[in-house]
């Protein structure tokens, strides 16, 4: 049971809007910056968005990130093919001292 | 180009130990702060632990189930990250990954990962 909640799967057609929740509590989320990470099995996770809402340099802009109260998302606008992954959320955890990462979505474009 | 490459892994029998390595080049080593992270079969991204960049203390932290049985240790003239892992259970079966944080977030970079299977 992971700390961070996001649904298991969402799923959108080629150009399609897509958002992603993360929904945690005052300890994690509520009180620090959220970062996204985009992963392909059996290849090194990616940083898709860092603190909160910033893209690193050479990420599309139609990922974006945004975060309110102890809830984040993360959104595709213009869904493409390539986008097929599991994309996970990550935030310290102040209670536990520690990293917390959600426990994923798996995104299929249709 | 950054570039994390893990090794080590491999099956071991329940109560063994092992040991990870993390080479890296292209970032800054010795400032970096250097994670282990873990992915078991059909489950999300564990966080193990993580080792502060030399500026920043270079203290530890590590997930509190984890803190008696796994070690990370670093070697900043390799550029090189460790997890000495002991009394390993079968539930530590899972892919490893180091990742690299340069000051965006702890996880910047990562590597491809080592696959390390507990099994008798």
């Known amino acids: 049971q992971s700390v961070l909640t996001q649904p298991p799967s969402a799923s959108g057609t080629p150009g399609q809007w897509l958002t992603i929740s993360c929904s945690g509590g005052?300890?994690?989320?509520?009180?620090?910056?959220v970062h996204w990470y985009q992963h392909l099995p059996g290849t090194a996770p990616k940083l898709l968005i860092y603190r909160n809402n910033q893209r690193p340099s050479g990420v599309p802009d139609r990922f974006s990130g945004s975060k309110s109260g102890t809830s984040a998302s993360l959104a595709i606008s213009g869904l493409q093919s390539e986008d097929e992954a599991d994309y996970y959320c990550?935030?310290?955890?102040?209670?536990?001292?520690?990293?917390?990462f959600g426990g994923g979505t798996k995104v299929t474009v249709l | 180009e950054v570039q994390l490459v893990e090794s080590g892994g491999g099956l071991v029998k329940p109560g063994e130990s092992l040991r990870l390595s993390c080479t890296t080049s292209g970032l800054p080593f010795i400032n970096a702060w250097m994670s282990w992270v873990r992915q078991g079969p059909g489950k999300g991204l564990e966080w193990i632990g993580r080792?502060?960049?030399?500026?920043?203390?270079?203290?530890?932290d590590y997930a509190a189930p984890l803190k008696d049985r796994f070690t990370i240790l670093r070697d900043n003239s390799k550029t090189t990250l460790y997890l000495q892992m002991n009394s390993l259970k079968t539930e530590d079966t899972a892919v490893y990954y180091c990742?690299?944080?340069?000051?965006?977030?702890?996880?910047?970079?990562w590597g491809q990962g080592t696959l390390v299977t507990v099994s008798s």
């Open positions: 990742a690299a944080g340069v000051g965006s977030s702890d996880f910047d970079y």
């Open positions: 990550a935030t310290w955890d102040n209670s536990l001292s520690g990293w917390v």
């Open positions: 005052n300890s994690n989320i509520g009180t620090n910056s």
């Open positions: 080792f502060k960049g030399k500026n920043d203390g270079g203290t530890l």
